[in-house]
C-alpha cells in the first residue's frame, strides 16, 4: 500500500507560509460519456504551465466558488440545495453555490452546459452562448443573470456528488473542493477552448492511469483516485449511479531534504492499493524506504 506520493520538484514552496492559508471552495466536475465500443471515458484537460496552480497538471474541469454563485434567484431543477449540503457536509447556501459554481465552471472550460429550457430538457447545441461563455470567464457576467437572461433552468439533477478533497495544511494555495459526476448531454461536445488549458481529450480511466504511469501527463492525487475509482464501474449509468459515502480527504504534506511528498488518507491509500493489486503501479510511491 503506498505511504507517500512525491510530488513533482517546485510544485510547492520549500518553505511552509508563516499561518495556515484558508482553503477557498471549489467545484470539480468529472464530465462521463459511452466509450466507443464498450465503457466509460472521461474528459480531461492539461492546464497551461502558466497557471499558478497546477500548471501542467492533466485535471477535470473546475475552479472556485464566485460569491455570485450563491444567487438565490437561479431556476433550479432538482435536489435541493439542503439535499446537496447533506452530501457534502455543509450548509445549504455554499452547497448551492457549488453546484452553481459546478454547472459555470463546466460550461466556461469545456463549453458543456447543464442547463435547459425547461426542468426536463437541456440545451442540444452550447455552442450559441459562446459570447456569453467568453463574458463568463471574464467575471463581466454572473451565471445567474446568463441563465435568466436565456429563460435557462440550472439541471442539477444531471450532477451527482461524488468525494470532497481539500488541499494539504501547508501550501501557498488551498481549495476546499467537492468533485461531482456528470454525463456528457445528447448532442453537445466538450472543446478546448479555455485559456487554462493547452490539451483536452476524452480518455477511459484507465488509459489516463496508464498515460500518468509513463509519464505521459502528470496526476494530481485526486485526479488519480477518482479515475481509479471510476475504472471500477462498467459505463455511465453505473457510475452515475453510485452510492457514495463522502467524507473530507485532506492529505498531509511532508517536506524531507528538499523533496516534498503527500500522505494520503486511509480511504484514497485503499483505492490507490486496489490498482496496485490489479497491475498499476503509480510512479513516485514510496514503501518504506527508497524512493520509486
Known amino acids: 500500500m503506498p505511504e507517500q506520493i512525491k510530488l513533482p520538484d517546485g510544485f510547492v514552496p520549500d518553505e511552509e507560509p508563516a499561518e495556515p492559508v484558508t482553503p477557498r471552495d471549489a467545484a470539480t466536475v468529472v464530465l462521463l460519456r459511452a466509450a466507443p465500443e464498450s465503457g466509460t471515458e472521461v474528459f480531461l484537460q492539461r492546464r497551461v504551465t502558466q497557471m499558478a496552480f497546477a500548471g501542467g497538471m492533466t485535471v477535470f474541469p473546475g475552479g472556485g466558488v464566485d460569491s455570485r454563485d450563491a444567487d438565490a434567484g437561479i431556476a433550479w431543477a432538482g ?16 452547497a448551492g453555490a457549488l453546484v452553481c459554481a459546478a454547472v459555470r465552471e463546466t460550461f466556461e472550460e469545456s463549453g458543456v452546459l447543464l442547463a435547459g429550457p425547461s426542468a426536463d430538457t437541456v440545451v442540444a447545441d452550447a455552442g450559441k452562448f459562446a459570447e456569453a461563455r467568453g463574458a463568463l470567464v471574464r467575471r463581466e457576467l454572473s451565471f445567474a443573470e ?47 477552448d479555455t485559456s487554462e488549458a493547452d490539451h483536452t481529450s476524452w480518455r477511459r480511466p484507465a488509459e489516463a492511469l496508464e498515460d500518468h504511469e509513463r509519464g505521459h501527463s502528470v496526476l494530481l492525487p485526486p485526479t488519480r483516485v477518482t479515475l481509479s475509482e471510476l ?62
Not at 178 to 192: K, M
Request: with cysteine; charged share 25%.
Open 79 to 94: 435536489e435541493p440545495a439542503a439535499w446537496w449540503g447533506e452530501r457534502f457536509g455543509c450548509d445549504a447556501a455554499l
Open 146 to 192: 446568463f441563465l435568466a437572461a436565456n429563460e435557462l433552468v440550472l439541471r442539477a439533477d444531471l450532477l451527482r456528488p461524488w468525494s470532497h478533497w481539500i488541499t494539504p495544511v501547508g501550501e501557498p494555495r488551498r481549495y476546499d473542493t467537492r468533485f461531482f459526476v456528470a454525463a456528457l448531454p445528447d448532442g453537445q461536445r466538450a472543446d478546448g
Open 231 to 292: 475504472a471500477a464501474h462498467p459505463s455511465v449509468a453505473a457510475a452515475m449511479a453510485a452510492e457514495r459515502e463522502i467524507e473530507p480527504l485532506l492529505p498531509r504534506l511532508v517536506r524531507e531534504n528538499g523533496d516534498a511528498f503527500l500522505v494520503l488518507p486511509e480511504k484514497a491509500r485503499r483505492v490507490l492499493a486496489n490498482g496496485l493489486a490489479n497491475g498499476t503501479e503509480p510512479d513516485g510511491i514510496r514503501r518504506g524506504g527508497g524512493a520509486r
